[in-house]
């Protein structure tokens, strides 16, 4: 057998087969396009998703006022890339001497005389990289007094946001000068200077920590007191009373509920609400917006047994088994902490977390979420929507200075913060009470003053406030174990005669379990004893007195009988009719049909049935404002769901659109509408009586946006770079071009201006 060689055993190619390898050939070069998208892709995901939207936009900010601060010392324009280039390879190439403190040529005093060191803050650090933002860190806690918590920030968000982003791991770890490769590496935030600065501020945060500044907790009895005085300040009954009657078949028109009683109404149910939520759910309503950014479409609820249940609390019904076991699923899509979860591998649970069930809590009525969240949607929907929410509206939106809730933007947290602030100086509470006051009072609850028997575990707390399995030594440790361990070693009482021994068992449980003891008994018996003595001695007081007010009333009656017998008309006055003198009114009572709420400071709080006659639905319900006076309206309430959004339009990831686009959204409320802001009808289309008669206060607002719409489309044929052109306050939002139309207006001739 002859073995062919390799090239006689190949065959003879044709032309055909050798155009397709060389289109093969051509061809390859895709995967290489390919290749760059997907690099684009992974950093875009990284820039995305590597941490919340929240802290990504605080971090940048912080990167961004390190950068500013850091350029405001050189005058001298910024150095090209060419020669950035060469700086970089200066660090990273060229040999150094042979320890890192030689190759420090700079001390700390003149480091900012390095050419690198404006360049300190850039996406790739360089030698001076550490030192600036140990100077950077020095100037914010020890300059300007800032907290050491804003400090830690500003050292992560450069650690994570600016430099610490290189190639691999090469600027990740410990900062050092690598003698092998002649360069710096690791990451300058984890520098020996950086952790310094950050241990010094740390200690001077806990020299100064005599006044303590994080927030006190709202305690039950805190939310029990909040409520009263919304009660005492509000006539919340007449609220309930509609919600219940609407819920029966009525309509909202026929209850004649007058403006300014609305508005009051709105602003109370809309707190008490919110802190009822904030309570239970333990949310945090500062920048994080867990709790008000909450909408629609975050709560699962079954509206038909729901509203069985809503009618029974209504109607101050005891609740049935079944009724204690419904409940509506809140969702906090926006909870701090969820990433610590899906780093950890525990993506299965995450399924399941930031997922609570609320159920009834008529005992708790000031912390019952259950009922609360219900009427203040209830409310919402009757009373300012005449309709059911949508799914993007959010469950406390904003109400503006003309009494219109706008759905489609949340509140503040300055709102939040005044509300808290003007309730608990309201319910004479004293105190530092920020937005996680909420948070804090309902953890504590929940884990040691909760009865006996319905505490909660350590694990369960951490579930349901999302904090993460790593932060049971600090986090939790200071909203739960500082206080109980301030508890158990608080010997305030050692004198009294039964001590509660708060040492022995958490939050002193055992005092209310176990047995009484012989003395205590005594002790008991005593008391009982004593008082009893002391009814005797009342009991016999009260019999002197009655023995002698008898002879009083029979030596009275003798005197009358013998006047009888010897008339004398000189010894009697005239009396006049009882019919000719005016009776003084009752004191007002809130004329309620379904609920009322006892105000009674010193008794728990409960539903109870009124005893005052039901609304009369031919006349105007009158509010018992919290002054001696009533306030009476004859306002009429607006067209429920009528809203003209503001400008700035608030987009749906909490920030606002710039005022240079402000006469856009403009336009576009007035030619499409804006259904994610609730106006649904563009304003073109608006009838005349929606913006007239009982919607007046719609008017200004209405014939402003129409000036500026009309002067785009009619003057300038919806050109905008004419507009612009002939308008460049548009740039500086739509007030100060408002007031450019109105001056072409005028020079016109189209508008009169009024007389002042």
């Not at 360089?126 to 600036?132: G, V």
């Not at 949310?283 to 008000?292: A, K, W």
């Not at 240079?660 to 403009?666: C, L, Q, V």
């Given at each position: ?394 469950l406390f939106p904003v109400m503006g200075a003309n009494s219109v809730v706008h ?41 040691m003053f909760a009865p006996v028997g319905q505490r909660w575990t350590l694990a ?297």
């Amino acid at each position: 057998m002859v073995r062919l060689s390799k090239s006689s055993a190949k065959a003879p190619q044709s032309p055909n087969c050798t155009q397709k390898k060389a289109a093969r050939k051509k061809g390859s070069a895709t995967p290489k396009v390919v290749l760059a998208d997907i690099q684009k892709c992974k950093d875009l995901g990284i820039e995305t998703h590597l941490q919340a939207n929240n802290t990504r936009a605080n971090y940048a900010g912080h990167v961004r006022r390190g950068q500013q601060w850091l350029a405001s010392y050189f005058k001298t324009p910024a150095i090209s890339e060419s020669e950035r280039g060469d700086i970089a390879s200066d660090d990273l190439l060229i040999p150094m001497p042979s320890s890192p403190a030689s190759f420090d040529m700079h001390s700390d005093n003149d480091a900012h005389d390095d050419p690198a060191f404006k360049d300190a803050f850039d996406r790739i650090p360089n030698r001076c990289s550490h030192k600036a933002l140990a100077l950077f860190m020095s100037l914010k806690g020890f300059h300007e007094n800032l907290s050491k918590t804003t400090v830690e920030s500003i050292r992560s968000a450069l650690r994570r946001c600016g430099t610490c982003r290189g190639d691999g791991d090469t600027y990740r770890g410990k900062w050092h000068f690598d003698e092998v490769r002649r360069r710096w590496e690791g990451n300058p935030a984890d520098s020996a200077d950086v952790y310094d600065v950050l241990s010094s501020i740390k200690h001077k945060a806990s020299a100064e920590g005599g006044n303590r500044t994080h927030s006190m907790a709202m305690t039950k009895d805190y939310m029990d007191r909040v409520l009263r005085w919304h009660q005492a300040a509000c006539p919340l009954e007449i609220a309930l009373h509609m919600i219940e009657k609407t819920m029966s078949g009525a309509q909202p028109s026929d209850l004649h509920l007058d403006f300014e009683t609305r508005k009051q109404l709105t602003q109370h149910l809309e707190q008490i609400a919110l802190a009822a939520s904030g309570w239970t759910l333990w949310t945090r309503c500062d920048l994080c917006f867990e709790l008000i950014k909450l909408q629609r479409k975050d709560i699962m609820l079954d509206v038909t047994m729901l509203d069985g249940v809503l009618k029974s609390y209504l109607a101050n019904e005891t609740l049935t088994m079944s009724d204690r076991a419904s409940y509506f699923e809140i969702f906090l899509s926006n909870r701090k902490g969820w990433q610590k979860k899906v780093d950890k591998g525990q993506w299965e649970v995450d399924l399941r977390s930031n997922h609570y069930k609320i159920y009834p809590r008529p005992e708790m009525l000031a912390c019952d979420n259950f009922f609360w969240m219900l009427v203040w949607i209830k409310w919402l929907e009757f009373f300012h929507y005449g309709r059911t929410l949508h799914p993007n509206d959010f469950l406390f939106p904003v109400m503006g200075a003309n009494s219109v809730v706008h759905p489609g933007q949340p509140i503040s947290h300055d709102t939040v913060q005044k509300w808290i602030n003007e309730s608990t100086a309201g319910a004479g509470i004293l105190g530092n009470f920020s937005t996680h006051c909420f948070r804090r009072g309902g953890a504590q609850y929940w884990f040691m003053f909760a009865p006996v028997g319905q505490r909660w575990t350590l694990a369960k707390v951490r579930w349901w406030g999302g904090w993460a399995e790593g932060e049971h030594r600090d986090t939790l440790v200071r909203y739960l174990l500082d206080e109980l361990h301030a508890y158990e070693t608080d010997y305030s009482d050692a004198l009294a005669p039964i001590s509660r021994g708060a040492d022995v068992s958490l939050a002193s449980e055992h005092a209310l379990a176990r047995p009484a003891s012989t003395e205590e008994l005594r002790m008991v018996h005593a008391s009982v004893a004593a008082d009893v003595n002391c009814l005797r001695n009342d009991i016999s007081s009260v019999n002197n007195s009655l023995h002698s007010l008898t002879n009083v009333v029979v030596q009275a009656a003798c005197t009358t009988a013998t006047a009888l017998q010897h008339p004398d008309s000189s010894r009697f006055s005239v009396v006049s009719d009882l019919s000719c003198t005016e009776t003084p009114s009752p004191p007002y009572a809130p004329p309620v049909g379904g609920v009322s709420i006892t105000a009674v400071s010193a008794q728990p709080l409960i539903l109870s049935r009124p005893v005052a006659s039901k609304i009369a639905t031919s006349h105007s319900i009158h509010v018992k404002a919290s002054s001696p006076s009533a306030r009476i309206t004859s306002r009429q309430l607006p067209t429920p769901g009528l809203v003209i959004p503001r400008v700035p339009v608030l987009r749906p990831n909490g920030t606002t659109n710039p005022k240079t686009k402000s006469w856009k959204d403009i336009v576009t409320h007035w030619l499409v509408g804006d259904p994610d802001q609730g106006l649904t009808t563009p304003l073109k289309d608006w009838p005349r009586e929606w913006y007239q008669g009982a919607n007046r206060q719609f008017a200004s607002k209405y014939h402003q946006r129409a000036t500026i719409a009309l002067e785009f489309i009619n003057q300038y044929d919806s050109n905008e770079a004419r507009f612009l052109a002939a308008y460049p306050e548009a740039e500086l939002g739509h007030t100060q071009l408002l007031k450019a139309v109105n001056k072409a207006c005028t020079a016109r001739g189209e508008r009169v201006s009024r007389t002042k």
